[in-house]
């Protein structure tokens, strides 16, 4: 062999050996390299081209550092790892299970059932079935122990067939008051059931409470009531059924299924009390008496039920203009000569109850307090008309021997800036001879 010859040879050999050094660190470095996003993928494969000397990073069948036509287009579109959002485990909405919410499984808010947040009934908590609403403990079938509880449910509460279970003392408050809930929210829940409004002598009681074992609560009531042969007030109130009971399942319903039970009648004709005779609102009077005073007292007197008048202004709609004050009075007649029981109902259409002041003032000129400047009802979330303040209340301050027949007037005085309207009012007055 001629020295130009062997020349040559060591000469080829020398770029051989130097080309493959290159592809060897190239692709060592593409393996090591972190997901850092498509230019710098593109970058890669352009030092691979350069080190291959070809103009084209792919070919139909394999390139000078021997990646198929597939896997260099990976290379550059960023597929593999690169941080694209590609399916590649880095964290970009791919589909790697990275957390990421690709819809892997991960618990990374994709939408597949794995407690992340996507509202898939997985156990997230938001809000769509599942962990805050959908059962997660569904706890054993069958009947609960509990306590029952008395409570003054919110006066302006009016809707029927509402069943709740209270876990928190904000949510109680919301309905009744600033008053302490009966129960420890920490360990137990206070359900709560309002068949419906009920007039005096009438209430609910909780009888039965039974879990689904599927996250359901069923509540049991029983309705006690006077009977038929019973004669009454037109007023009714809210009647609040409560009881205690330790946490069953989680989470909460958030409502339940009430479930009548049988409840009982007092029976008028057979156990009514006689004509001026004590009676209570579980002691009612005999047929054609009616229990006077009780909205004032207990016992009352049972007294004939013909002393008692309802008096209605019917639709009205006079302005309560802005800082001024509206009276409007009702003129009585054909009851006794004094009260026993004084129930005023009114309906006020103003932006601002908390600015207004109402009294009733009787033919004897006793001006009694109604409504006086108290907090708004109107932020309560099951308030039936925001705008509208619905009064139906026994004021207090009637001595119960002041005429009855004459004048009553209704003052409306506002502090507002706002005018307003009195839609209606009414009296239901018990009367009695002096």
């Known amino acids: 062999m001629t020295r130009a010859a062997s020349s040559t040879i060591r000469d080829v050999s020398r770029f051989s050996l130097d080309q493959v050094s290159r592809l060897l660190a190239a692709a060592l470095l593409f393996l090591l390299t972190p997901a850092c996003g498509d230019d710098e993928s593109s970058a890669s494969a352009s030092a691979t081209d350069q080190t291959t000397g070809t103009d084209e990073s792919t070919t139909a069948g394999t390139t ?42 991960d618990g990374d808010g994709d939408g597949d059932g794995d407690g992340d947040g996507d509202g898939d009934g997985d156990g997230d908590g938001d809000g769509d079935g599942d962990g805050d609403g959908e059962c997660l403990e569904p706890g054993e079938p069958g009947a609960l122990d509990f306590v029952a509880y008395e409570g003054a449910l919110s006066e302006f509460f009016v809707a029927p067939d509402v069943g709740l279970v209270l876990t928190e003392q904000a949510a109680y ?13 920490a360990s137990e829940w206070l359900v709560l059931a309002h068949p419906s409004r009920a007039p005096l ?13 599927a996250c359901g609560l069923t509540v049991q009531y029983a309705a006690h009531s006077l009977g038929d042969s019973c004669d009454n007030f037109e007023y009714t109130r809210p009647a609040p059924a409560l009881a205690g009971t330790d946490i069953a399942f989680a989470p909460a319903p958030a409502s339940v299924t009430l479930q009548p039970a049988p409840g009982q009648a007092f029976d008028c004709e057979a156990d009514g009390a006689e004509e001026f005779e004590s009676c209570t609102e579980t002691e009612w009077c005999a047929p054609g008496l ?47 000569t004094v009260d026993m029981d004084v129930i005023i109902a009114m309906t006020v259409e103003h932006p601002e109850p ?7 003032t009787n033919p004897d000129s006793n001006e009694v307090l109604v409504w006086g400047q108290e907090p708004s009802p109107y932020d ?8 509208v303040l619905s009064l139906w209340r026994v004021p207090v301050g009637f001595s ?16 507002s800036q706002e005018a307003g309207a009195l839609l209606s009012w009414r009296l239901e007055i018990m009367s009695r001879y002096d």
Not at 67 to 91: C, M, N, P, Q, R
Not at 93 to 99: I, K, L, Q, V, Y
Not at 380 to 387: K, S
Not at 405 to 412: A, D, K, L, M, Q
Request: proline share 5%; aromatic share 6%.
């Open 201 to 213: 002598g009438a209430r609910h009681e909780i009888v039965g409470l039974e879990s689904d074992g």
């Open 290 to 336: 009616i229990c006077a005073g009780i909205t004032r007292f207990s016992p009352g007197l049972c007294m004939d039920a013909s002393l008692r008048g309802t008096f209605d202004s019917g639709p009205l709609n006079l302005e309560i203009a802005a800082g001024e004050s509206l009276e409007v009075p009702m003129e009585i007649d054909g009851l006794a």
């Open 354 to 360: 908390e600015a207004l002041t109402i009294t009733l």
């Open 400 to 415: 119960g021997d002041e005429s009855v027949n004459g004048t009553w007037t209704v003052t409306i005085t506002s502090a």
């Open 173 to 185: 408050q919301g309905y009744f008051g600033d008053q302490p809930a009966p129960v420890d929210f």
């Open 380 to 387: 309560a979330p099951w308030y039936p008309e925001p705008g």
């Open 64 to 105: 000078a550092g021997g990646l198929t036509e597939d896997s260099s287009s990976a290379t550059g579109s960023g597929t593999v790892g690169d941080g694209d959002g590609d399916g590649d485990g880095d964290g970009d909405g791919d589909g790697d299970g990275d957390g990421d919410g690709d819809g892997d499984g």
